[in-house]
């Protein structure tokens, strides 16, 4: 590559000496031939290539010789097209920094105790805290989590591994099992006998107290169901339908009280005020009377008529075919009554035991009411003319009527279409 020239020449060591002299202390040459500059440029560079070899290093920064040969002028030009070399890291940069060894000051190149580094993605470094990974911790970016408590934990060997959503799964369990309550419970736990029969006693309480909430459900549920059926079914299906089972009856009877329990007032108390402000010799045909009150809190004489007999007083029989005599009575009343999908036949058999200029009396819940004027029209196509009407209760609506005649059978009557009256699951 190049020649090689003897260590010990003359002009080798005069051309070294002068390289090491400063600048300003260098005596004045004259330009030496040309062949003979090449020759010690390629001398010099040798023994700077051997000084290398042998791990020499330079004690001192020697400044930039001022001689324009064409290796010094060529160095910016190779600079230029090199890359800038990365910054070294806070790993790199602990190894060589001093600061950053154990027992390093807290400063701004200290890492805190704790902290160690690692590689992070696409070469990077991040600081990871050895110490942020706890048990539970939900915000962790690993899959899986260590948990303290075991099998292998109580064995002690080493805890096991558990994914996130096992771990969720354990913890949800715990919860679950927290409160719960468990018989043999104060027995295990060593305590006396008395504290074993307080506990087998209050389980018998929460048991009776348990078993009648369920029944109390169920019976709720049964009122619901009937209730249902007596609104959207016609009355024949309605009967037939205690025919076959006289016990719901009794279940219904008794949801319909609760509920009319819950109201300010029970319509069939006015019922019974208006009645005892008229003359006790009028004779009164009660439509689904239920339990009689009507008949057992007046003077008058009272038919009471129903699906299913709740007192002897009752006529079980279909409202829509009752067994009176045409024109026999002087008051039909309808408390909470108007039931099933054949209302106008229902009407049209208490506009035929009343006598004329007879009353009508309707308590209907407010809520099943789209259209009142529509209603009105309907009943008074039916043989009727309105005398009053109490509007202002929330929960039902008086209607007072007087029979005019005979009711008329042509036409349908879409006022007559109540809204079916059924109670949400609670």
């Known amino acids: 590559m190049f020649e090689e020239g003897g260590w010990n020449d003359e002009g080798g060591e005069e051309a070294l000496s002068l390289a090491a002299l400063p600048p300003r202390s260098r005596p004045a040459q004259h330009p030496a031939p040309t062949g003979s500059l090449q020759k010690q440029r390629r001398r010099l560079l040798v023994t700077l290539q051997r000084l290398e070899a042998s791990n020499w290093t330079e004690p001192a920064r020697s400044p930039r010789p001022l001689s324009g040969d064409s290796e010094s002028e060529s160095e910016p030009e190779s600079r230029v097209g090199r890359k800038r070399p990365r910054k070294r890291g806070l790993k790199s940069r602990a190894a060589a920094s001093p600061r950053l060894g154990p027992g390093a000051p807290s400063g701004s190149n200290a890492l805190p105790a704790g902290m160690e580094l690692e ?8 600081r990871k805290d050895s110490a942020a990974e706890t048990l539970g911790d939900r915000d962790q970016t690993s899959s899986k989590v260590q948990l303290s408590q075991g099998a292998g934990g109580a064995a002690g060997g080493p805890a096991p591994l558990l994914s996130r959503k096992q771990w969720r799964n354990k913890q949800k369990n715990k919860r679950r099992q927290k409160n719960k309550f468990k018989v043999g419970e104060a ?6 006998p008395g504290v074993a029969a307080g506990a087998g006693q209050s389980t018998s309480e929460l048991s009776v107290a348990l078993r009648a909430r369920m029944e109390e459900r169920l019976h709720s549920a049964r009122f619901r169901y009937i209730n249902q059926q007596l ?5 024949q299906e309605a009967a037939r339908l205690f025919q076959c089972d006289p016990d719901a009856f009794a279940v ?8 009319v329990g819950r109201w300010p ?3 069939v108390h006015r019922i019974i005020r208006y009645l005892r402000g008229r003359s006790a010799s009028l004779v009164v045909a009660d439509f689904g009377c239920g339990d009689c009150q009507v008949a057992s809190s007046v003077r008058n004489k009272v038919h009471s008529f129903d699906l299913v007999a709740l007192s002897p007083r009752v006529t079980v029989c279909d409202m829509a075919k009752v067994p009176l005599a045409d024109e026999s009575v002087d008051v039909a009343v309808f408390c909470l ?5 054949n209302l106008r036949e229902i009407l049209e058999e208490a506009n035929r035991v009343l006598r004329p200029g007879g009353t009508l009396k309707i308590a209907e819940v407010a809520s099943r009411f789209t259209d009142i004027r529509a209603f009105v029209s309907a009943v008074t196509q039916l043989g009727f003319q309105i005398v009053s009407k109490e509007l202002d209760n929330h929960f039902f609506y008086i209607f007072d009527f007087s029979k005019t005649g005979r009711p008329r059978r042509e036409g349908v009557l879409p006022g007559l279409a109540l809204k079916p009256c059924l109670y949400k699951k609670r």
Request: charged content about 15%.
């Open 231 to 235: 609104y959207t079914s016609s009355s």
């Open 252 to 259: 219904y009877h008794r949801g319909f009280a609760q509920q």
């Open 119 to 126: 590689p992070g993605p696409a070469g990077r470094r991040r």
């Open 187 to 192: 027995v295990g736990a060593g305590q006396g």
């Open 265 to 267: 007032e029970n319509p």
């Open 337 to 341: 009554a108007l039931m099933g999908t």
